[in-house]
């Protein structure tokens, strides 16, 4: 092993728990993945002793080989060459790794045979020595690699694997954060598109029972937004008392809201519409909000 570590412990662990914070914000600001990834490998390459490159690679759809995913101070050319790597034994560090599923710490990249069909090429970009590991999910899916490249043969020491440990859990926790945060985004998209298409007017309200979201169609049809308290102004007045005392006991009791009641249209006719509601109950058990039609 080398005699002395890359990476200090300590002054690499203070930045990368800056660095998550950041990367976590920028996911939800809807920052693109490969920036965000690009500021955590940059931040792992400033805060070391020597010259290193890091790269990340992510697996591809098809399960079967790895695409490039934020390696910010690598050629573009090389870049270019690793994305689409096959994941196999002898695919280089990265897809030896995401192969095995355990690291694959190369410290001579001339004359380590998993390097053998790359190794000219690594050459031509002064690459000596990659340690690579792979990125696993909480759900323990491989997401892709990990890599660091060094300009001399060598491999990690104690000091450096703690770190590479540390690394490797932010850089998947990132990404995971980034494909919940995608689906969440879509899925909400979806809801919006189907609350939309919808012919019905939906609804939510918070756990105390203030109307917080109404469907277009319900301004539409009154000229209201339905928000707050303004749906009641909508009501016909024989129909606005009962139709409150039903809202206000469902809100009390967490029983199902089922009612109906007339609505004035922009026009100043009155339409018999039916209103129903259901709670939303979080993991105490307790309503966190209502879903309405």
């Known amino acids: ?162 770190v590479i440990v540390l690394v490797t859990q932010t850089v998947a926790l990132t990404i995971e954060r980034f494909r919940s945060e995608t689906a969440l985004r879509e899925s909400e998209d979806h809801y919006r598109h189907t609350v939309e298409l919808s012919p019905q007017i939906t609804w939510t309200a918070t756990a105390d029972g203030v109307v917080d979201n109404v469907a277009q169609r319900w301004e539409d049809w009154t000229g209201s937004t339905g928000t707050n308290s303004s749906w009641q102004d909508a009501l016909h007045p024989v129909d606005l008392r009962p139709t409150i005392d039903a809202w206000t006991r469902s809100v009390a009791t967490g029983d199902p809201y089922d009612i109906e009641y007339r609505l004035r249209l922009r026009s100043g006719t009155y339409r018999w519409v039916r209103s129903r509601a259901s709670g939303r109950f979080g993991a105490w058990g307790r309503i966190v909000q209502w879903l309405g039609a």
């Open 1 to 162: 092993m080398s005699a002395d570590p890359i990476f200090h412990r300590v002054a690499i662990t203070a930045s990368l728990i800056d660095s998550e914070r950041a990367a976590l914000r920028r996911i939800a600001a809807g920052d693109r993945l490969r920036d965000v990834l690009e500021t955590v490998v940059t931040t792992v390459e400033s805060t070391a002793r020597l010259p290193v490159r890091a790269s990340v690679l992510l697996m591809d759809a098809d399960g079967a080989s790895l695409r490039h995913g934020a390696a910010p101070s690598l050629p573009a050319s090389y870049n270019a060459l690793v994305d689409g790597l096959p994941i196999g034994p002898f695919q280089g560090s990265c897809g030896s790794a995401a192969c095995s599923g355990e690291p694959a710490y190369v410290s001579d990249i001339a004359t380590d045979p998993r390097w053998a069909a790359y190794a000219s090429i690594a050459a031509q970009y002064d690459m000596r020595a990659c340690w690579s590991t792979p990125l696993i999910g909480a759900d323990g899916v491989l997401l892709g690699t990990f890599a660091i490249y060094l300009t001399t043969p060598g491999m990690p020491t104690p000091e450096d694997l703690d």
